[in-house]
C-alpha cells in the first residue's frame, strides 16, 4: 500500500465491539464476572469496549428515556448503532410503517441529541429481494428516517448492483459489509463505500450448514482465527478506511462470548498494521484518545 493511502487509512477511526451485550452465557464464559447482573452488564461491557450494537430496538420500539438510562450507564464518548425496529423491515405493515418510522426517531432522539448516536442499522431480511415493491419502499424509508446516520444491510444478492450503491451514495447512506458463509443467495463481502463518513462491517461467522437452521445459537456459534480476521482486515478494512473518516466494527457471533474475544483480537491486529483505533479507557470525557 502505498504512502498516501496509508495516511488516508490512519485518518479513518475504527470503533469495534459487538452485537448486543447483554448475554448471560458471557457470565459462563468468563467475559463477565461471576454474579454480574443483566443491570451492570452495559457499565462493564463499556470498560472493554467503546461501542455498541442495540439489538433489542429490532424487538420492541426503543423509547426516549430508556435511550436515556441506557447512556447514563456509559462515558460521555460511548456511541451506540441502534437496530431499526423489526415492523420497519422483517414485518411491516404497508399502512402503518410511516408512525413507526416517527415512533422511532422519538426514541433515540436522546442519543442523536447528544452526539452518541453513530448509525442506525437497517438490517433487511433475506427475503426482501430488489423487486419493483421493495425498491419503493427502501426509498420511502430512506425519505422518512433521512436525517439519522443510515447503515443498511442487505441479506439478499440482488441489491449487489451498481445502482444500488450509486443511490446509497447519493444519499450518503452506508452499505454494510458483512462477513458471512459464501452462501449463493447472500449479499456477497464487499468492500465499496458510499459514505464518506462512515463504513461499517458485521461479522456474522461462517456457518454456513446452520445458517438457515433457524437456530442463533448454532447459526452464530463461531469462532474467528487470526488468519481469517488478518485477511477481512487487509482484504476489506485497509481499502475501506482509506475512504471513510469512522468505520464501526461489530462482532454478531455472541454464542460462547466469542465476539468480544474476537473483537479483541481483531483490535490487536488492526494495532499492528497502523489502524487508528479507538479504546474504551479513552472515552472519560472529551474527544476520544486514538491508539496507533
Known sequence: ???????????CQL??????????E???????????????????????FPTTEINHTWYQMPRAEASARQMARVPPGFLFSAKLTRSLTHEVDPDGWRDQARLY???????VQSGQLAAVLVQLPNRFSRSPDNRRYLADLMDELHGLPLAVEF?????????VFAELERR?????????????????????????KLIY????????????????????????????????RDDRLASMAGKASRGLVFFNNHVRAQAPRN???????????????????????GRPRLAL
Open 1 to 11: 500500500m502505498s504512502s498516501a493511502a496509508n495516511q488516508r487509512r490512519g485518518s
Open 105 to 111: 426517531r422519538d426514541g433515540v432522539s436522546p442519543m
Open 263 to 285: 473483537a479483541e483480537s481483531l483490535m490487536r491486529l488492526l494495532h499492528l498494521q497502523g489502524f487508528v483505533t479507538v479504546r474504551a479507557e479513552s472515552l472519560g470525557g
Open 26 to 48: 458471557w457470565v459462563d464464559a468468563g467475559f463477565y464476572a461471576r454474579g454480574t447482573r443483566p443491570a451492570q452488564m452495559l457499565p462493564r461491557y463499556a470498560e472493554r
Open 172 to 196: 450518503r447512506v452506508t452499505l454494510v459489509t458483512v462477513d458471512a458463509p459464501p452462501l449463493k443467495s447472500l449479499f456477497p463481502s464487499l468492500d465499496t463505500v458510499t459514505n464518506p
Open 155 to 163: 441479506r439478499h444478492r440482488s441489491w449487489a448492483n451498481d445502482r
Open 201 to 232: 462491517a458485521r461479522f456474522h461467522g461462517r456457518n454456513g450448514q446452520a445458517w438457515y437452521s433457524g437456530s442463533k445459537q448454532t447459526q452464530f456459534d463461531y469462532d474467528y482465527d487470526d488468519d481469517e480476521l488478518s485477511r477481512f
Open 15 to 24: 470503533w469495534l465491539g459487538t452485537s448486543g451485550y447483554s448475554y448471560t
